[in-house]
T-cell receptor, first 116, second 111 residues
Framework: EAGVAQSPRYKIIEKRQSVAFWCNPI?????LYWYQQILGQGPKLLIQ????????DSQLPKDRFSAERLKGVDSTLKIQPAKLEDSAVYLC??????????????FGPGTRLTVL | ELKVEQNPLFLSMQEGKNYTIYCNYS?????LYWYRQDPGKSLESLFV?????AVKQEGRLMASLDTKARLSTLHITAAVHDLSATYFC???????????FGTGTRLQVTL
């Protein structure tokens, strides 16, 4: 079974530029998550989708970050404009169900963003 | 706001020794996960603990959950160099399977 795919793996941009990340979850997984992991910290949830609807985006900086999950499969996360503090690894994860009953999340390899 | 704290933050131990990593959390939850992360890599699921008193073991690692004490432990038995990594616990708040991660424990096993 293929895992969660993400691209690109690395991205370097200058501040105030825009950037987009792509995620393809495990086939059949209903729930998709985007996390931000700053160096030396644990991942922090940015947004959670169930199919193509947003479940939780309370920690997403909506003035500059946006995300969508069209057709309930692939997802893109965009930052516009980027700030220095956005330098981090952006992890995508998926889980099979949306049940709140301890459904395991599987993580992709991440995209390492450096903002200069 | 849920807080998840791990200690120690950094652990250097010799091969063959035993040690325990602690994960404390601030709100009621009966679902906790342990993940491993190697440098530059993503998160690998180690254990899923879904009830009070749950204990799971895989090789030299054993995880347990005490929901009344809001505490999970990850015990390492006879450490080997291959266990060197950062270990995260993550608490499921029960709201749509949302995970809150701990600060991480960086484990270094020396020969």
């Amino acid at each position: 079974e293929a895992g969660v795919a993400q691209s690109p793996r690395y991205k370097i941009i200058e501040k105030r530029q825009s950037v987009a990340f792509w995620c393809n979850p495990i086939s059949g997984h209903a729930t998709l998550y985007w996390y931000q992991q700053i160096l030396g910290q644990g991942p922090k949830l940015l947004i959670q989708f169930q199919n193509n609807g947003v479940v939780d985006d309370s920690q997403l900086p909506k003035d500059r970050f946006s995300a969508e999950r069209l057709k309930g499969v692939d997802s893109t996360l965009k930052i516009q404009p980027a700030k220095l503090e956005d330098s981090a690894v952006y992890l995508c994860a998926s889980s099979q169900y949306f049940s709140g009953s301890g459904d395991e999340q599987f993580f992709g390899p991440g995209t390492r963003l450096t903002v200069l | 706001e849920l807080k998840v704290e791990q200690n120690p933050l950094f652990l250097s131990m010799q091969e063959g020794k035993n040690y325990t990593i602690y994960c404390n959390y601030s709100t009621t939850s009966d679902r906790l996960y342990w993940y491993r992360q190697d440098p530059g890599k993503s998160l690998e699921s180690l254990f899923v603990l879904l009830s009070n008193g749950a204990v799971k073991q895989e090789g030299r690692l054993m995880a347990s959950l005490d929901t009344k004490a809001r505490l999970s432990t990850l015990h390492i038995t006879a450490a080997v160099h291959d266990l060197s990594a950062t270990y995260f616990c993550a608490v499921d708040t029960g709201t749509a399977s949302k995970l809150t991660f701990g600060t991480g424990t960086r484990l270094q096993v020396t020969l």
